[in-house]
């Protein structure tokens, strides 16, 4: 599932809108006046984490600056001060997120870009599949959501793993604590299962936005939604982690297959 170029232009018309998302390169280097012949090496490369620069500022920006403000995610923001990151992302500007930007704004920004995805973060062909695994009991359950977090491609199981890391250390934060000084530390009353009921639903889409009922779903689905997502959010590290038998195993067997995806696997590992 990985890919090599060494130039922007390189990448066909149908290649994941993620992976454009990622937006590895200078924004010079995605004008499309430039001179094609003047190519330069590009760190368009699958060995790093494959995260979209929106994504991981975002999640910084919040676990910098607002792990204790109460209600992330749910206080209301400013729409125009949200679009005009938006658009400044969108353009390939290097946008900077500090202490003078409302936590509220970047955490509405994130949402609206996972909701937005063209490719959901979790492909639809696999929603069926995700959903059916909230019937499940552990740990067949989680043996199986294992194996469907395998199937995800380098960028979606990447930005997935990123985004649950993000979240658990948000519910973290939910309940009150007491400081060194005996001071009461506000908690951001985000539990794991607010946190699910919220992101659920734009991490697992049946329909692409503004498609006809993209936005009905049933109760069933809502639940399910919720359960799945609460259960990646609480065992992300160990649904990420592969164990050394199975790496093992796989190295056997691509040595004998695909003897040339060991470099790569190994120099990512």
Request: charged share 25%; with cysteine; net charge negative.
């Amino acid at each position: 599932g990985a890919m090599s170029v060494d130039c922007i232009t390189d990448l066909s018309d149908n290649t994941s809108k993620l992976l454009e998302a990622l937006q590895l390169s200078h924004p010079h280097e995605l004008d499309a006046r430039r001179s094609l012949g003047k190519k330069k090496m590009l760190s368009l490369n699958p060995i790093t984490w494959q995260v979209p620069r929106i994504v991981e500022r975002c999640c910084k920006h919040i676990e910098t600056h607002g792990l204790q403000t109460v209600g992330i995610f749910r206080v209301g923001s400013s729409k125009k001060r949200v679009q005009q990151l938006r658009e400044e992302f969108d353009r390939g500007l290097d946008v900077f997120l500090d202490e003078h930007q409302s936590v509220h704004d970047v955490a509405a920004l994130l949402k609206e870009f996972l909701r937005d995805m063209p490719d959901s973060l979790i492909p639809r062909e696999l929603y069926a599949a995700f959903l059916s695994t909230a019937s499940m009991e552990a740990p067949a359950q989680l043996a199986t959501l294992q194996l469907l977090l395998f199937l995800l491609p380098p960028c979606h199981s990447d930005t997935l793993h990123r985004l649950l890391r993000f979240l658990s250390e948000v519910a973290r934060h939910a309940e009150s604590s007491w400081g060194p000084d005996g001071r009461e530390i506000p908690g951001n009353k985000m539990t794991v299962s607010n946190l699910a009921t919220i992101f659920g639903p734009n991490v697992l889409q049946k329909e692409k936005p503004g498609e006809k009922d993209a936005g009905a779903m049933s109760f069933e689905d809502s639940a399910a939604i919720i359960l799945v997502l609460q259960r990646l959010i609480e065992h992300h590290q160990t649904l990420f982690t592969v164990s050394p038998d199975m790496q093992r195993d796989i190295l056997r067997r691509l040595f004998q297959t695909d003897p040339d995806v060991i470099d790569y696997l190994l120099r990512r590992k």
